[in-house]
């Protein structure tokens, strides 16, 4: 996790500077750091605060109580769970993205498989994948679910527990034989290569949505981050990171 400082947030540092902190699943980490470069150019008064980390902990830490200003979570339930509590400011809240679940390896692998039903075979000995904390762990549970071999493959399993990057780095490092992660994942590697793609039918949509908290103090300015990132002007930058616009 990127641990960020000053989690006081939306307090103002300055009468000129306003601080946010946005707490964000691990997929986004890079479309991000991207997009905060354009933003301080068009609101140099206020700083964004990156906390990222898998979805499922992020949600546990505004749950505590820890001052979180806008959450993007790389799966919507854990925003169903927070707006359930009244921990949400429901109209500002939406789709920001969509992605997909696909398997890769490593690009010198040689292994003779091609399909989620394949990682059964015996030449896979061990997976890296998402646990229940990690949004991407969630869809993988529902993949393997449907190909009816999550039991099978969870003894080979390597769990991501803090941030589904770890799936990648597993793959680059060759410390796994296969990863199952983000369509957005492999796109930020040039040791990796996707080898499936996940059916649409096999899992929930892949939505990540964004809302203000209502612990924010500056929800005008942060309803200005949402409106920025959500708009046309934006859309480029998340295309290039593979993500696409949710209909």
């Not at 091609?114 to 993988?140: E, H, P, W």
């Amino acid at each position: 996790m990127i641990v960020s400082v000053g989690l006081n947030s939306c307090a103002k540092q300055s009468e000129k500077t306003i601080v946010l902190t946005v707490s964000a699943a691990g997929v986004f980490r890079d479309v991000l750091q991207e997009i905060d470069q354009f933003y301080k150019q068009k609101k140099p008064k206020v700083t964004i605060t990156y906390n990222i980390a898998g979805s499922g902990f992020l949600r546990e830490q505004i749950e505590q109580g820890v001052p979180i200003d806008i959450y993007i979570p790389g799966i919507n339930k854990e925003m169903d769970t927070l707006q359930t509590k009244g921990l949400v400011v429901p109209e500002t809240r939406q789709d920001l993205t969509k992605n997909g679940i696909v398997l890769i390896v490593h690009k010198d692998s040689n292994l003779s498989i091609s399909s989620f039903q394949d990682l059964t075979s015996n030449q896979v000995k061990r997976v890296a994948l998402g646990t229940g904390k990690v949004s991407a762990g969630i869809y993988t549970k529902e993949v393997l679910d449907f190909f009816n071999i999550y039991d099978r493959i969870k003894s080979k399993g390597v769990f991501a527990k803090e941030d589904i990057r770890q799936v990648l780095k597993a793959v680059e490092t060759k410390s796994v034989d296969v990863g199952i992660t983000y369509a957005t994942e492999p796109k930020l590697s040039d040791q990796v290569k996707t080898i499936a793609i996940a059916p649409d039918n096999s899992h929930t949509p892949v939505i990540s949505c964004v809302a203000v908290l209502k612990s924010c103090q500056n929800i005008a300015e942060a309803k200005e981050f949402i409106k920025f990132i959500a708009s046309n002007q934006v859309t480029s930058i998340f295309e290039k990171y593979g993500f696409t616009k949710p209909k």
